[in-house]
């Protein structure tokens, strides 16, 4: 099941809190997790679209690069589902990345997480999820957002847990609002257009964006 408060929507839910709501019954499936996923559990993007196989490709020369920079890779190529509800509030939320790698340098651990076009505050949240879920067994000195993009060198952020928990309790905190409304007739007055409607679910059904375009 979709979480209600997804990482992929972290921007637009903090942006627009009614919108979590009015998304909820007309969640797109996320065609690129789905794809990646997929063609990694296979080895192969082969029978896939051009564009995806060569972000496979990218994801798992990355995994090669650790390898040969001495790394010894813990997890496998995975995309496994994170904790994202205890940050958002929303009990028992759970999200996957595209991937996950954790890599050793003689004792220092490193995590990448890598979503396909994700935006900072999606990899944040996911790397925070990656902390919780394997931060016990595993003291990362370091956690790489990544976010890959087709023909593109990848934009990468570095975090340490400690940025990570002060950012959680920003998400935790402007969660709160979306999730009051859920199911919520009330949602409707905390509806904020912007460039965040671009990947919303619900545009085509919004009243908001619906009032702005009879208004142009
Ligand atoms: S289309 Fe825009 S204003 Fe309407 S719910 Fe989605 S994000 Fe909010």
Not at 100 to 107: E, P, S
Request: glycine share 8%.
């Amino acid at each position: 099941m979709s979480a209600f408060l997804p990482a992929r929507g972290i921007d637009r839910w903090t942006a627009c809190p009614g919108s979590a709501a009015l998304c909820e019954s007309v969640r797109a499936h996320d065609l690129n997790n789905w794809v990646l996923h997929n063609a990694l559990r296979r080895d192969s993007a082969d029978g896939y679209d051009d564009s995806v196989r060569v972000l496979v490709r990218d994801c798992v020369d990355r995994a090669q690069r650790h390898v040969q920079a001495g790394a010894v890779i813990r997890s496998r190529l995975v995309a496994p589902p994170l904790p994202i509800g205890q940050i958002t509030g929303e009990d028992g939320a759970c999200d996957a990345c595209d991937l996950l790698l954790i890599a050793d340098y003689a004792g220092v651990l490193q995590c990448d997480v890598i979503d396909v076009g994700a935006s900072e505050a999606t990899l944040e949240l996911h790397a925070l999820a990656a902390v919780l879920q394997f931060g016990l067994l595993s003291e990362f000195a370091q956690v790489n957002c990544v976010s890959m993009m087709q023909g593109q060198p990848p934009s990468i952020w570095a975090r340490t847990p400690a940025d990570l928990y002060v950012i959680g309790a920003r998400v935790t905190q402007a969660a709160a609002l979306p999730l009051a409304l859920r199911g919520e007739t009330g949602a409707l007055s905390h509806l904020t257009p912007g460039a965040h409607c671009e990947s919303c679910a619900a545009r085509a059904k919004c009243p908001a964006v619906q009032i702005g375009a009879d208004l142009v």
